[in-house]
């Protein structure tokens, strides 16, 4: 096993910059650079030097035993100041010892994944919980981190595997007429994990909400005043806004933290019958974006409807409300009336949505729970069909326990495992 290293923290100067070193090779370099090592676990200041024995920096030198450390192997850590140059002089020394290499981005994960440390979907979770920008989003990940998918598929399994072992209970004692109908505790098992299996992969959507963050189209008639209300929203010139009906044709996206929510507005180009080429594609690219959104503000100045489907949750709003007698249901960017009201109305539409969240979170995981349900249905078919399908009730019931496996990287996920280490920073 190679020992590897990598810069751990952030590139750039910073108050404190972490090189981890991970592998069996990692005490006997880290002595070739700072001397004696200090106790496991006990962090001590020392020089690091480099061959020709120039110092290097004065830093703090972590270490830990294999099997009690993150990666599971002997790491070591060097807290130096966070200069650009000292990192480089630190990573420099290292690469030329012989035993070691630079890490790749996720490589120090990937060992505390194949040392057992972590399951996949903690993986996913760590991933995730670096990647988090928001409230929501931190929770979300610290929850899959914590390991409680891996938990709830270990009693997923162990029920499959009971179920499993009272249908082969049958096929052993076909001959002799158990006396004994196994069939309604079957039933039960599988209607329990059935049950979990479609409420999980039911949140897995708004999860990935959260993740990559919801998205909310203001859409309207031309000059109603819809980048002027994102530009309020966003507290900024986002958008250019003008008089002129037409000036918006891409669509602008502004991302926000909304209490906690990750929701990025888009403003779109003002919908309306036009012979000029370039605003028809920025109606066309309006129309679609706003369908795929999430939520949608309607704009209205007129009362003039506006041709794209209205969900139910959707907001319709009186344009340009200081100009309008009454102010119920109206809102000025110019002004800023109501804008702080319709954050409010946001935030509320999209956590009751966030709330279907169960320990499930990535289409991945969705996937695996939908085909372990689909293999527990057909079992359940078979049962009811009478014991001479027992056998290939119980084979169904294997293809389902494997299907969850892999929810927590048991098996099958060698190709998986490029894909999600490749969006790991270096140095996790
Ligand atoms: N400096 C530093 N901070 C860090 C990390 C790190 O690697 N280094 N982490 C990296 O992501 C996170 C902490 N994760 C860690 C997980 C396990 C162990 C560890 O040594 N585990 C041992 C002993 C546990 C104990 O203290 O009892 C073990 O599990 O046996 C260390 C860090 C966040 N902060
Ligand atoms: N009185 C008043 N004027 C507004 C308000 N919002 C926008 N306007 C004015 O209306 C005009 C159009 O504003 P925009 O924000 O560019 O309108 P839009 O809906 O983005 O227009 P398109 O991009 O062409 O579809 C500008 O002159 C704004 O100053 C408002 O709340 N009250
Ligand atoms: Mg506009």
């Known amino acids: 096993m190679d020992t590897i290293f990598a810069l751990s923290t952030a590139p750039?100067?910073?108050?404190?910059?972490?090189?981890?070193?991970?592998?069996?090779?990692?005490?006997?370099?880290?002595?070739?650079?700072?001397?004696?090592?200090?106790?496991?676990?006990?962090?001590?200041?020392?020089?690091?030097?480099?061959?020709?024995?120039?110092?290097?920096?004065?830093?703090?030198v972590l270490t830990f035993e294999a099997g009690h450390s993150f990666t599971g192997e002997e790491s070591v850590e060097f807290h130096c100041h966070g200069s650009p140059a000292i990192v480089s002089a630190v990573l420099d020394q290292l690469s030329q010892h012989s035993d070691l290499r630079a890490a790749e981005p996720g490589e120090f994960t990937r060992r505390a994944l194949e040392n057992g440390r972590l399951d996949l979907a903690q993986v996913e979770g760590l991933a995730d919980l670096i990647e988090a920008e928001t409230e929501a989003q931190r929770r979300q990940a610290l929850r899959v981190f914590s390991g409680e998918l891996g938990a709830r598929t270990d009693r997923w399994r162990q029920k499959l595997i009971r179920a499993a072992a009272l249908i082969e209970a049958t096929i052993d004692f076909a001959d002799e007429e158990v006396p004994v109908d196994v069939s309604p505790e079957v039933t039960a098992l599988l209607t329990e994990v059935q049950t979990e299996l479609h409420r999980d992969a039911s949140g897995v959507d708004a999860a990935e909400r959260i993740r990559t963050g919801f998205e909310v189209a203001i859409v309207g008639a031309p000059n109603v005043g819809k980048s002027t209300l994102l530009n309020a929203l966003a507290g900024r010139e986002a958008a250019i806004t003008s008089e002129h009906a037409g000036t918006t044709r891409d669509v602008i996206e502004v991302r926000m933290d909304l209490g906690g929510l990750p929701v990025t507005f888009l403003d779109t180009a003002g919908l309306r019958e036009t012979e000029d080429a370039v605003e028809t594609i920025g109606i066309d690219r309006a129309r679609q974006r706003a369908e795929q959104a999430d939520l949608r503000v309607f704009l209205l100045e007129n009362g003039q409807p506006i041709d794209i489907k209205q969900e139910s949750?959707?907001?319709v709003l009186l344009a340009k409300g200081d100009l309008q007698v009454s102010s119920t249901r109206s809102i000025s960017g110019k002004t800023g009336q109501g804008v702080s009201e319709l954050i409010e109305n946001i935030r509320e539409i999209l956590q009751t949505r966030a709330l279907g969240v169960g320990v499930a979170t990535h289409l991945r995981?969705?996937?695996?729970?939908e085909r372990a349900s689909t293999h527990l249905v057909a079992a359940q078919e078979l049962i009811?069909?009478?014991?001479?399908?027992?056998?290939?009730?119980?084979?169904?019931?294997?293809?389902?326990?494997?299907?969850?496996?892999?929810?927590?990287?048991?098996?099958?996920?060698?190709?998986?495992?490029?894909?999600?280490?490749?969006?790991?920073?270096?140095?996790?």
């Open 384 to 428: 009811s069909q009478g014991p001479d399908m027992a056998d290939l009730a119980a084979e169904e019931l294997r293809t389902a326990i494997r299907a969850l496996d892999s929810l927590v990287g048991r098996i099958d996920v060698e190709n998986l495992l490029d894909e999600i280490f490749a969006s790991f920073c270096l140095g996790k």
């Open 365 to 369: 995981h969705k996937r695996a729970m």
């Open 12 to 60: 750039g100067k910073a108050g404190v910059a972490i090189v981890r070193v991970s592998g069996p090779s990692a005490f006997a370099s880290a002595e070739r650079l700072c001397g004696h090592l200090p106790s496991p676990r006990q962090a001590s200041l020392r020089q690091l030097t480099g061959a020709d024995g120039v110092v290097l920096d004065e830093a703090l």
């Open 313 to 315: 949750d959707d907001i």
